[in-house]
């Protein structure tokens, strides 16, 4: 997983500068590079599902910008998480910093839907937490780990996290940005990073459970949570987000 996601990152960074140098074509028919260029040409707010922040942009020329931005706080897009017939409420504390190359192939045409569709290639630094949490009543029967339990008469707490902690990740992305008038415009865009698996923990808070097979609930519990930190699905964190921008 380490190996394949230092691939991962060094092949979006290459593909981000080649595209960069790709853009001389530009530069030897006309556009000339200007030191004030380094200077950023807008900023956005946004929110989606790593949270809310914003970003402040800079534009390379008519085909090529970058994003520096950050998004956080806790927010929750998805109420739970289903592993085995298991479900578990989901509470997310996001933490991301990134930096995205952002490719406009139509960025010269006079439609601005068109110029603004761009490509999203880029890396961040997560430190995400997500709290895991689940209840059950003592007079109903519940499944862990495809194991039918019986709560005791005063129920059973379950809880737990699932964190992508200190973790580099690529991501790929689309977005569309059009502008309305010289100085705003909005945008949306869809992507995901790629995390690989996150660690995952599952304990009994209170209460207890009892099943015909003598098996332990805990014991159920630690391979129920070793299925989710293995799952490929949550290798990738899928990314929708909406906001306005503002050029200066």
Known sequence: MKYLKTALVASVLTTAAGTTMADGAVIKDGYVFEQNKLIPTGARAEVG?????G???WTASPYVG???????????????????????????DNNNVYLNAEIHPWGTSDNRWAQGTYFAAGVAYLDNKYDL????????????NNTDFLADANG????????????????VGVGIAPKFGKNWGVFGEVGAYYTGNPSVTLQTVSGGATTNAGT??????????????????YAWMPVGKVGVNFYW
Request: charged share 30%.
């Open 216 to 233: 332990d609930l805990n014991t159920e519990l630690a391979k129920e949570a070793d299925k989710i930190a293995n799952d490929d699905k």
């Open 156 to 171: 059973v707490h379950i809880n737990g996290k699932m964190e992508y902690k200190n973790d580099i990740a690529p991501y």
């Open 133 to 144: 949490d689940r209840r059950v009543n003592g007079a109903r029967g519940f499944t862990v």
């Open 66 to 92: 970058l994003s520096l931005g950050y998004n956080g706080g806790n927010i929750s897009w998805s109420d739970d998480i289903k592993v085995n017939g298991s479900k578990y409420d989901i509470d997310m």
């Open 55 to 57: 970003a402040i942009q």
């Open 49 to 53: 599902t790593t949270g809310y922040g």
